[in-house]
């Protein structure tokens, strides 16, 4: 069975200060790892994704995130962060040889003016 | 990318009553999902709909209670029936295998902007 884990229900940060995202997963074999983020009212949006190659993977509006096999987990990053980019962010999972796709519980990322 | 929509985007039901939500692609996928996410909560997969086919569905989802059909490689429905208070959640549509103009297929499941249903 896989699993993802995203410690924080919420984080907090002010506008301009470097935003984490925390996920660690479980799965058997090797994993495909995605980051989806959720505006209110809105449907999921992808943002990034780990498939194979470079660990550290960048995506849409100044995201990235780094795979770390020792450490099983996948953190979303963006270096300096905007209001626009308070949201809902959902970490996700699947083994590659499997479609189905595990969800994390959800950050809610708010960033202050 | 493929291009999403869904409709209804919102309603508003009375138990008892049932509820049809379509899901449409601008393009042919290879596969297509339903998921549920219920106030407040993350999205479990209700089932995978094959085209041709019975969906195949996840364990606490039955046919009877979320029937789906998919008719061709571009639309899905879902049918919420006999509606509970506890159906109330967002029911979200993804896709994945969109083919792309070199032939290749995505890896990636993107999803609708979902349906809120609300049961009264």
């Known amino acids: 069975a896989q699993s993802v884990a995203q410690p924080e229900d919420q984080v907090n940060v002010a506008e301009g200060n470097p935003l984490t995202v925390k996920c660690t997963y479980s799965v058997s074999g090797n994993p495909y790892l995605f980051w989806y983020v959720q505006y209110p009212n809105r449907g999921l949006q992808f943002l990034l994704k780990?498939?194979?190659?470079?660990?550290l993977v960048k995506g849409s509006y100044g995201f990235e995130a780094e795979f770390n096999k020792s450490q099983t987990s996948f953190h979303l990053k963006k270096p300096s962060a905007l209001v626009s980019d308070s949201a809902l962010y959902f970490c996700a999972v699947r083994p590659s040889n499997d479609y189905k796709l595990s969800f994390g519980a959800g950050t809610t990322v708010t960033v202050r003016a | 990318s493929a291009v999403i929509s869904q409709k209804p985007s919102r309603d508003i039901c009375q138990r008892g009553t049932s509820l049809t939500i379509q899901c449409q692609v601008d393009?042919?996928?290879?596969?297509m999902f339903w998921y549920r996410q219920q106030p407040g909560q993350s999205l479990t997969l209700i089932a995978t709909?094959?085209?041709?086919?019975?969906?195949?569905?996840e364990s606490g989802f039955v046919i009877d209670k979320f029937p789906i059909s998919r008719p061709n490689l571009t639309f899905s429905t879902l049918t919420v029936s006999n509606m509970s208070p506890e159906d109330s959640s967002i029911y979200l549509c993804?896709?994945?295998?969109?083919?792309?103009?070199?032939?290749?297929?995505?890896?990636?499941?993107?999803f609708g902007p979902g349906t809120r249903l609300t049961v009264l």
């Open positions: 993804s896709v994945e295998g969109v083919w792309t103009e070199d032939g290749t297929s995505t890896d990636t499941q993107y």
């Open positions: 393009s042919q996928v290879t596969m």
């Open positions: 709909a094959n085209q041709g086919s019975e969906a195949t569905y």
């Open positions: 780990y498939i194979t190659g470079d660990n």
